[in-house]
């Protein structure tokens, strides 16, 4: 596809339940970034891949969520034991670069809506 | 630490000019970013400045970067109804990261 691609659009789960967030990104994109956004803290950074690893997850906000990518493409972001405060749109976006001096323009996904019950 | 602030609410009348401003915190700032969220939708980079320019202009899009003051500031020309959205400024996060750092978003309504 031509752009950022997240899955599902939407998804509503119970309290304590586990939940996986998938996001595909630009064909070619080396870098890959997690955000969420949500009423009370606005749009935060999650985490940032660089190829398969993680130079920065800084903003995981528990060591109930976690992050993966593999093939240098596809991130999977999971979220153990949902609590009603992780109940926000979690964005998904992809850059063609990496590193600190360059543009860096991040593409995003449409998000995907998580409410937890 | 790093913060990016915004005003929460714009309105303007159709036709009239708009002025979004963020204040940002990082000097040391390479690149600074305009989102445009509408609703139900991911962000659309609108435009972006590199840090040793005072001015960007893009069709409708005026940024203007003051360094000194650390402000920043989107005008659009002749706004038109389907302006209305959010718009985030962003500046790049400190030390070696790509991540950004987003201000509270500016929630622009355009009546007609």
């Known amino acids: 596809g031509a752009g950022v691609s997240q899955s599902p659009s939407n998804k509503v789960t119970e309290k304590g339940k586990d939940v996986e967030l998938r996001c595909d990104p630009i064909?070619?994109?080396?870098?890959l970034y997690w955000y969420r956004q949500s009423l009370g803290q606005g749009l935060e950074f999650l985490i940032y891949?660089?190829?398969?690893?993680?130079?920065?997850k800084s903003g995981l906000p528990s060591d109930r969520f976690s992050a993966e990518r593999t093939g240098g493409s596809v991130s999977t972001l999971t979220i153990q034991r949902t609590q009603q405060e992780d109940s926000a749109v979690y964005l998904c976006?992809?850059?063609?670069?990496?590193?600190?001096?360059?543009?860096?323009?991040?593409?995003f996904g449409a998000g995907t809506r998580l409410s937890v019950l | 630490g790093e913060d990016v602030e915004q005003s929460l609410f714009l309105s303007v009348r159709e036709g009239d000019s708009s002025v979004i401003n963020c204040t940002y915190t990082?000097?040391?700032?390479?690149?600074l970013y305009w989102y445009k969220q509408e609703p139900g939708a991911g962000l659309q980079l609108l435009t972006y400045?590199?840090?040793?320019?005072d001015m960007k202009q893009d069709q409708r899009l005026t940024v203007l970067l003051n360094k000194k003051d650390k402000h920043l500031s989107l005008r659009i020309a002749d706004t038109q109804t389907g302006d209305s959205a959010i718009y985030f400024c962003?500046?790049?996060?400190?030390?070696?990261?790509?991540?950004?750092?987003f201000g509270t978003g500016t929630r622009l309504q355009v009546f007609p």
């Open positions: 064909s070619g994109h080396t870098a």
């Open positions: 962003a500046e790049k996060g400190r030390g070696n990261t790509d991540k950004l750092i």
């Open positions: 891949f660089q190829g398969n690893s993680a130079p920065d």
């Open positions: 400045i590199f840090s040793n320019m």
């Open positions: 990082d000097s040391s700032s390479t690149y």
């Open positions: 976006a992809s850059s063609p670069f990496g590193g600190d001096t360059r543009r860096n323009i991040q593409y």
